[in-house]
C-alpha cells in the first residue's frame, strides 16, 4: 500500500511540474493557453513592434541596428465607437472582450507562411474554448481594424474600426436586442 502512495505522490508531483512549467491554461507561452493555436495555424511567434501598426502602439524605439523590440509593447487599449468591445495589447499579446458577445479572445503576435501575420489564439463563448485568427491593419485617423475568424475561416467579428481609448475607458452603450 506504502508504494502505490509513493507512486501517487510521484505522479501527483510530476503533473504539478507540468503545469507549472507550461503556464495557465495549457502547453503555450506566457500562460494564456494560446500555444495550441501556433501550430494548428502553421504560425510562429513574432514581435508585435515588427508589425505594420506598430505605430499605433507604444513600442519602445530600436536604439542602433538593433530590431523590434521583443517583449513587445506596454499596455494599450483601443475600444469600437458603441464601447461593446475592447482590445488590450500587452507585451506580444492580444485581449479583446466582446461583451454583448459575451465572448472573449486571448491571443499572441505571430506570421505564416504565405498568409498575413495575424494573433494566433483561443476565443471563448458559452464557455467553449475555440481557436481563432485575429487579424488587424491600421485604420484613419489613429485607430485599428480588426476581424476575428475561427480556425476553419469562419468570420466570428466582422471587420471593426477601434480607436486608441483614453485613460479611462467609456461605459459600454447597452447591448442591441
Not at 100 to 106: E, G, S
Not at 166 to 176: I, S
Amino acid at each position: 500500500m506504502r508504494a502505490l502512495l509513493g507512486r501517487g505522490r510521484l505522479a501527483w508531483a510530476a503533473a504539478l511540474w507540468i503545469a507549472l512549467a507550461t503556464g495557465c491554461g495549457g502547453v503555450g507561452i506566457g500562460g494564456t493557453g494560446t500555444g495550441a493555436a501556433f501550430p494548428a495555424f502553421e504560425a510562429s511567434p513574432a514581435p508585435v513592434c515588427g508589425s505594420d501598426f506598430a505605430d499605433r502602439l507604444d513600442c519602445p524605439v530600436p536604439g542602433g541596428v538593433q530590431g523590434p523590440a521583443p517583449a513587445g509593447t506596454p499596455v494599450v487599449r483601443f475600444v469600437d465607437a458603441a464601447g461593446a468591445l475592447v482590445l488590450e495589447f500587452d507585451g506580444n499579446d492580444v485581449h479583446l472582450d466582446a461583451s454583448c458577445l459575451h465572448l472573449h479572445f486571448d491571443g499572441s503576435y505571430g506570421t505564416r507562411s504565405g498568409a498575413a501575420p495575424a494573433f494566433f489564439g483561443v476565443y471563448v463563448i458559452d464557455g467553449a474554448d475555440n481557436l481563432a485568427a485575429l487579424a488587424l491593419q491600421k485604420a484613419d485617423p489613429s485607430g485599428v481594424l480588426i476581424e476575428l475568424r475561427d480556425i476553419g475561416g469562419q468570420v466570428i467579428i466582422g471587420s471593426t474600426t477601434l480607436q486608441r481609448a483614453a485613460v479611462a475607458l467609456p461605459p459600454p452603450q447597452p447591448c442591441g436586442g
